[in-house]
């Protein structure tokens, strides 16, 4: 069984979305069914740890 990595802080998980500018932002969402998951470790250390950076999250495996 494959793990997947959710990001969820004390307000909700968090998805992708894009700005009017195309430019990725995380957003909240409080349904598990749309968070962002990801089942790789290097991306959940090189790239969604930068997309986070100014967020205290952490990581729920599901």
């Not at 500018?21 to 250390?45: H, I, N, P």
Request: net charge positive; hydrophobic share 25%; no cysteine.
């Amino acid at each position: 069984m494959r793990t997947y990595y959710y990001f969820k802080d004390r307000q909700g998980y968090f998805k992708l979305g894009y700005d009017r500018e195309g430019k990725r932002v995380m957003l909240r969402t409080t349904d598990k069914r749309q968070a962002y998951r990801t089942s790789s470790e290097w991306l959940v250390k090189h790239m969604v740890s930068k997309w986070l950076v100014d967020y205290y999250y952490w990581t729920e495996e599901g």
